[in-house]
């Protein structure tokens, strides 16, 4: 696993773009947004259009390819589900771990999502581990508390040596899909908090180093004001990574 060039701007599809629609996309994006070497970009396709997907960005090594999620078993009679170890012979290089969907919808704990971490280290598919609170934790000033938790259970079954390879993506659960957007000054509060974790689930290096991004209702119109915000590494779209043109807006935030 290498060092990643930040910020990082990934795009996390959820349940759309059949691999049809996948090859359409990577193609009209190819279009618009040219390799750069100066930041990382990321897609999580559906499993099911991850060989698309590799198929259309061939010849495009800046373009990066995840996985949403995996079973926390490594085989078995588990129907419809993805081993860490199918998702890296797919090419996968990224995972996606505890997406809040994933705990809400599918009741995903704190143990299979550590779990699942571990599993995606073991098969060299580097991990992001999502965190974040809900509307009603937030009011009862519980925020450190929830995010110190999902974190340090979530690196507990991953090997020391390979802690700090994780990624992490704060997303406030009330601004996923909602439209509403974290101030920076509570997206700043809530990175330094995952960061505290991290240092004591680590150390201090691993802490000031760890990649930290930003999902919840992340658009065009607000991304260079995220962005630009210390302690932000990265932003992890879901509905403006939809169509090329957003993606790709958001991919040059930076850059006027």
Known sequence: MTDL??????ANWKMHKGPSATRTFVREFRDRYGTHEDRTVLFFPPSISVPAFREASEGREDLGLGVQDVHEETEGAHTSAVSASMAADAGCEWGLAGHSERRREFGDTDEQVATKV???????????LCVGETLEQRRAGHLEDVLSRQ???GLSAVEPSTRREVVFAYEPVWAIGTGETAEPDDAREAHRHVRDAVRRSVDDDAAESAVILYGGSVKPHNARELL?????????????????????????????
């Open 5 to 10: 060039e930040r910020p990082v701007y990934a």
């Open 228 to 256: 630009e915000t210390p302690g932000l590494d990265g932003v992890l779209v879901g509905s403006a990574s939809l169509t090329p043109e957003s993606f790709a807006q958001i991919c040059r935030a930076l850059d006027d």
């Open 118 to 128: 571990a599993r995606l280290a073991e098969e060299g598919v580097r991990p992001v």
């Open 151 to 153: 974190v340090e259970r």
